[in-house]
């Protein structure tokens, strides 16, 4: 089982719906999660950090945490074609792993008009 | 700002060659990290370095060295480069590795050995 795993998609969604991207991992030591977005031939920018269970708003995202389930998602709501970019959840370990940033392989979001 | 700088961009490479990534990061963040980038799996770790005048191997350190020189730069070197080390490398920071803050990408350097 990988330590962090998402669907790589491609996920594809019209302009305006909402899109759901889902992240599990293994290790239940897990303190602190982590949503970035790459666009092609870019690096990772950071739009989401949690930290505790619920969720976080942040304007047209929101990240969902559930330590229990040992999920976490990232809704973007009213999604527009400039959201269509790789999505990569990233989960700093517990435990033994204390400290250790994974990342999961990316899911691949399209928006189109 | 220029936040988190990598040096050079692309870089062609025969196998056997020995190269040198730098790095260098103008936020006083005390963690510093490598990364690979391959199609399909994700970003994994190769080296990092928690604060100035230590290093720990990642998951795939195999292939390199590095070397955490001051407080902002942290270099990545292929000894002998092999077509295996065909990838996209981030260096990235943070604040400290043992907490929550995020890390910090630099815009990557895209190698090809041949």
């Known amino acids: 089982q990988k330590e962090v795993e998402q669907n790589s998609g491609p996920l594809s969604v019209p302009e305006g719906a909402i899109a759901s991207l889902n992240c599990t991992y293994s290790d239940r030591g897990s303190q602190s999660f982590f949503w970035y977005r790459q666009y092609s031939g870019k690096s990772p920018e950071l739009i989401m950090s949690i930290y505790s269970n619920g969720d976080k708003e942040d304007g047209r995202f929101t990240a969902q945490l559930n330590k229990a389930s040992q999920y976490v998602s990232l809704l973007i709501r009213d999604s527009q074609p400039s959201d269509s970019a790789t999505y990569l959840c990233a989960v700093r370990g517990g435990g033994t792993s204390y400290g250790k940033l994974t990342f999961g392989q990316g899911t691949i979001l399209t928006v189109h008009p | ?114």
């Open chain 2, 1 to 114: 700002n220029a936040g988190v700088t990598q040096t050079p961009k692309f870089q062609v490479l025969k196998t056997g060659q020995s190269m040198t990534l730098q790095c260098a990061q103008d936020m006083n963040h005390n963690s510093m990290y490598w990364y690979r980038q391959d199609p399909g799996m994700g970003l994994r770790l190769i080296y990092y370095s928690a604060s100035e005048g230590t290093t720990d191997k990642g998951e795939v350190p195999n292939g390199y060295n590095v070397s955490r020189l001051n407080k902002r730069e942290f270099s990545l070197r292929l000894e002998s480069a092999a077509p295996s080390q065909t990838s996209v490398y981030f260096c990235a920071s943070s604040v400290r590795k043992d907490d929550n803050s995020p890390l910090h990408f630099g815009n990557g350097t895209r190698l090809t050995v041949t």
